[in-house]
């Protein structure tokens, strides 16, 4: 019994992710891992191809990255008008949300998922606020909101 390479298929928890080549013991991949359709043997056609994949994937994430820089020049140049209702106090009916900025920013042609912008404490008054926004792929922009009565 020896080591066999094999490419994973998906993400097995301790061994590696989708497309890792990794070498297991020949009765781990027999009895296990192929059984459960979670890699392939890596014989040359299949190395070949992972080789192709990754770079495929290497290219997308690249383009990736420059659609996000593009974005985060965009939000750091950016001061987002946000208009509220408020009461005679000046204080604010609820709070400025998550929502509130991805759909102010979808209508500039920025789209973001609310579970990308973080908004602590919550904004519950009128004036100017920089919000951090985690774009993905270690990438951040901080975004400045001027927050202003209706």
Known sequence: MGKIDV??????E?????????????GYARNFLLPKNLCVLAGKEELNALKVRKEQIRKKALKEMEHLS????KLAELTLKVP???GDNGKLFG?????????????QGIVLD???????PPI???????????LGHSLHATLTLEVVSE
Not at 7 to 12: E, M, P, R
Request: charged share 15%; proline share 2%.
């Open 7 to 12: 490419i994973l298929k998906q993400q097995v």
């Open 14 to 26: 301790s061994l590696g992710n989708a497309g890792d080549l990794v070498s297991v013991s020949s």
């Open 70 to 73: 593009g974005v985060a020049q």
């Open 84 to 86: 509220v209702k408020v």
């Open 95 to 107: 709070s400025v949300t998550a929502m509130h900025l991805v759909d102010l920013l979808s209508a």
């Open 114 to 120: 609310k579970k990308q912008v973080h908004i602590e």
């Open 124 to 134: 519950r008054d009128l004036g100017s606020y920089s919000v951090p926004v985690n």
